[in-house]
């Protein structure tokens, strides 16, 4: 695979493979094209050569399939800031109306955040926007975690909490695919280095 962002050759001749259980962390300095693989892969920006493959089929010629597959956290945290953080979740959770519910309360007792599930996300801190973030991965019922510095303004035990859940993600057949520049507690992770 090979990506440009304007003129600049970002990276070429990248391949990987992540099956079932797997994880990849993504390394390099800043600007490096960890961002813009992870993009690539969600089909959020066209590939320059390569294919993004899932079971052996062109991922991104059905998007909207592809997009049932995936859970991406970007840098921002993508919420509602007027509405509830169960509100909030409730938007992503997939499923009849009585287990949306009981996944978006499971989700917040997840990342330990069910005492504040009826806060508007103004009010809470960014630390707690980026847990109910996280929390969007587990509602989504997505089978690939693209997440891109899914660390950023966590705390020691959030980061260690957003560890046992890609592990449990993972111990279930999901898969995980980060970029950080922090350690992100994803044993047995193979590493992609971009330079």
């Known amino acids: 695979m090979a990506a440009f962002r304007g003129d600049h050759l970002v990276f070429e001749d990248i391949s990987f493979r992540l099956q079932p259980g797997d994880a990849l962390v993504l390394v390099g300095r800043n600007g490096s094209g960890k ?4 993009r690539l ?9 390569g294919d993004v493959l899932w079971e052996g089929q062109d991922a991104l ?3 909207p399939a592809h997009g049932l597959r995936l859970a991406y956290l970007g840098h921002q945290d993508a919420l509602k800031l ?3 953080a169960a509100e909030n979740l409730g938007l992503w959770a997939r499923g009849p109306q009585p287990g949306r519910i009981a ?3 499971a989700a917040l007792e997840a990342v330990g955040l069910a005492d504040l599930a009826h806060l508007p996300a103004r009010m809470l801190s ?16 997505a089978v690939l975690w693209l997440l891109d510095e899914p660390t950023t303004a966590l705390d020691i035990a959030s980061i260690e909490r957003l ?15 980060a970029a950080t ?15």
Do not use: F, K, N
């Open 103 to 105: 996944a978006v309360e």
């Open 181 to 195: 520049h922090l350690d992100l507690p994803l044993p047995d992770a193979a590493e992609l280095s971009l330079s």
């Open 35 to 38: 961002t813009t693989l992870l």
């Open 82 to 84: 007027g509405l509830t």
């Open 163 to 177: 560890g046992r859940l890609a592990a449990a993600h993972r111990a279930g057949g999901g898969m995980v695919m």
């Open 61 to 63: 010629a059905d998007l």
């Open 41 to 49: 892969v969600a089909g959020l920006m066209p590939r320059t050569a």
């Open 126 to 141: 960014a630390g707690q926007r980026r847990r109910v973030s996280i929390a969007r991965l587990l509602v989504s019922g």
